[in-house]
């Protein structure tokens, strides 16, 4: 029997697939220590989305729960984190210094591997951040990234296409300890895994370590990694209840059932597991389980979106309170995969992708280019695996004014004086802060949000049931049940009928539930006909957001296309202009402010 070893993705990718990586470290260190005690002592313990999303949602240092999860897992435990290449651990590629300094701090805070790639699959993006990770004294796994293309593409993501990825790493002598095929989607056919790392394995020296990475997403999770197994890997990434199945990796036990009877087994002690699972399912029970996250989703070859984005941007969307934008968002994504030249969607172009497809939905198809979006088709992500729809560039060049580049990524970078250890320096210093090492890669991982966490004003976006609220949503609807006035209405609109029903806090309009708030209009308020319609312009907002910033102030004169403030939504800052010249009479919110599509944010006059 060949013992097949497997990586528990629980605590990273895990949290990332299903909670969109909001999960605080106290509760979930207890699994940790049941998942040693159950002898797994290969951890996937932070990197990737579960850096920034501790700064972003949990007011949380990453370096901290780096040193929690050592101190948990035990000196000897093999604790894994995921790096982007140039981009290290955030959506923005760095400098070379940054670069560097992610790898020296988290050998400092305890890891022993990163798992190292870029979602171009350009391979000059890995050679210096692999020669570091190996400089700092960690183990590197280098990466080819997979996904199945939209049926009717091609051009790339055969197993051709792989073995040419792979061929340039070895030609580029990047040093590494294991190699990893990773498919944050899913969607590689089984068949495409199989022939793939069999030509992997022809191609590399003798007795080199090949890691095969892929999600449920799909449906094809327990196929694929039997397919890679059958080719010659030597490893597979599992994960444990409640995150596993559906967006994230099939589960240990599962795995264990589907290679009974085969040549092939888990060195596990399966009843030992079992307990630790019960473990983490009672340290998550709190938490928000998104109904996405559980399920085979069909339409995922037609819009290869990575379980550890699908959930991150359904939490988004449901903080935006547009949630039901969700399946024209994903059915978008087909012609954004398309037309952007075929990187991988794995983070952060994953993430690039979506945000497009956000755009098309809700300013119509190619009206507005998402800024990340637009630069990875002009290149300074990298280079695609086939050319982007010239359409699209001439698009990206117009809406941000940039030309398309060749140039390496990091040569870009070295030259941005906005980008690097000094540059970020000087933003520590003018808010006052230590430039500590881990200061400095916060700061340039993180930015303006960095800034507020280390300044002791992040906010908090763990999402987590609330049972007084349930207990209120419960009394509400008693009240509405047992009012004199009906709670379900039918309004004609425009000769239309609409259903309309309300409970409590909650209003249901023809099958859609809103959250809202009502109150008594006040006697003093003035009425719309009183005011005069030319007195002043309204701006309101294109679409949900948060308040990130404040460009104008009441007295300044603008003029039309000039920024006021600037929304963030879906991680992305939208400038909201002035739609005539004038000056501005009002803000009507302050940073932070949550506001719907369409609510006022100003007043012209």
């Not at 969700?326 to 172009?349: C, Q």
């Amino acid at each position: 029997m060949k013992k097949i070893r497997f990586m528990c993705t629980a605590f990273r990718d895990g949290f990332q697939s299903v909670y969109g990586a909001r999960v605080f470290t106290k509760d979930f260190l207890p699994a940790v220590e049941a998942a040693r005690d159950a002898g797994i002592d290969w951890l996937e313990a932070g990197g990737g989305a579960r850096f920034q999303s501790l700064y972003f949602y949990c007011n949380e240092d990453a370096f901290d729960m780096m040193d929690a999860f050592r101190a948990t897992a035990g000196p000897d435990a093999n604790l894994q984190t995921l790096a982007r290449g140039v981009n290290v651990v955030g959506l923005d590629s760095q400098s070379s210094d940054i670069v560097k300094l992610h790898a020296d701090l988290f050998k400092k805070h305890g890891m022993t591997t990163i798992r190292n790639f870029d979602a171009l699959n350009d391979v000059n993006n890995l050679v210096y951040s692999g020669q570091c990770i190996v400089d700092a004294g960690l183990k590197h796994q280098v990466c080819v990234t997979l996904m199945e293309l939209p049926p009717g593409c091609t051009g790339a993501h055969d197993a051709a296409f792989y073995a040419s990825t792979l061929q340039q790493i070895l030609d580029a002598e990047i040093p590494f300890d294991a190699v990893c095929f990773k498919d944050a989607s899913g969607t590689a056919v089984p068949s495409k895994v199989y022939e793939t790392i069999r030509a992997a394995r022809k191609m590399l020296p003798a007795g080199t370590f090949i890691h095969f990475h892929t999600h449920e997403t799909a449906g094809v999770s327990v196929l694929a990694n039997k397919a890679a197994i059958d080719a010659g890997a030597d490893a597979i990434d599992l994960s444990m209840a409640p995150c596993s199945g559906g967006t994230c990796q099939p589960d240990i036990l599962v795995m264990w059932h589907a290679l009974r009877g085969t040549e092939y087994e888990l060195d596990i002690d399966v009843e030992k597991v079992r307990e630790a699972e019960e473990v983490f399912k009672d340290c998550m029970k709190d938490y928000f389980l998104p109904p996405e996250a559980t399920a085979v989703e069909p339409l995922i070859p037609w819009s290869p979106m990575p379980g550890g984005a699908l959930t991150a941007n359904t939490q988004m969307l449901r903080d935006n309170g547009i949630m039901e934008k969700y399946p024209e968002i994903i059915l978008a994504m087909g012609d954004v995969v398309r037309k952007g030249g075929y990187g991988t969607s794995v983070t952060p172009v994953s993430q690039f992708y979506f945000q497009q497809a956000f755009n098309n939905v809700m300013f119509g198809p190619w009206k507005k280019i998402a800024e990340p979006y637009g630069k990875m088709v002009l290149g300074y992500f990298g280079k695609t695996p086939v050319p982007p729809d010239a359409d699209v560039i001439e698009l990206a060049k117009s809406q941000l004014k940039l030309e398309p580049t060749d140039r390496p990524v990091l040569e870009l970078n070295d030259a941005d004086p906005t980008k690097g250890i000094e540059a970020t320096k000087k933003v520590l210093k003018a808010e006052g802060l230590p430039t500590t090492d881990e200061n400095i890669f916060i700061a340039a991982a993180c930015k303006e949000k960095g800034i507020k966490f280390l300044k002791g004003e992040a906010e908090i976006g763990v999402r987590k049931i609330d049972k007084s609220v349930e207990k209120e949503a419960a009394s509400a609807a008693e009240s509405a049940r047992s009012a004199d006035t009906p709670a379900e209405y039918t309004v004609t609109v425009n000769g239309k009928e609409v259903f309309m029903a309300f409970e409590g806090n909650t209003a249901t309009v023809d099958g859609k539930v809103y959250r809202v708030e009502m109150r008594p209009r006040s006697s003093g308020s003035a009425s719309p006909a009183s005011e005069t319609p030319s007195a002043k312009i309204d701006v309101t907002a294109q679409m949900p957001g948060a308040v990130f910033k404040l460009v104008a102030n009441v007295g300044d004169q603008v003029r039309d296309g000039d920024t006021i403030l600037i929304l963030e939504a879906m991680k992305m800052e939208i400038e909201i202009a002035s739609p005539a010249d004038g000056m501005i009479d009002e803000i009507c919110v302050k940073v932070g402010d949550q506001v719907a599509g369409g609510q006022l944010l100003a007043r012209l006059k």
